[in-house]
């Protein structure tokens, strides 16, 4: 299940490279809400890995973004003691402007010519 929000990034983490063949990096975006009256700020860290750690790097600090991420949990056990850790893993990021979402995909195909002469026959 994918889960998404749109807030202002404020902070960029360096890339971490796990281990010889993982890498993750973070990054933070400030949710501000309205709730009864009041406003309710909170700050939402988020993980990506691998080739989405460069993701970040096309978004300003103080830049609208909306970012799609899904939710992973992991349990381990150390030292006989159960221990869980839940992570926020980023797969997509897009620019808001003007309170409009800007869906441009990561990667838009050419489009065909537009003297190109369709003769397929459906």
Known sequence: MSYEITGKLVAKFDIVQRTETFKTREFVVEKTEDINGRAITNYVKFQCVQDK????DRFNIGEEVKVLFNLKG?????DGKENYITNLDAWRMESVKLGEQNNAPDFVPDAPPADAVDDLPF
């Open 53 to 56: 750690t460069a993701m970040p």
């Open 74 to 78: 992991s349990k381990w056990v150390k």
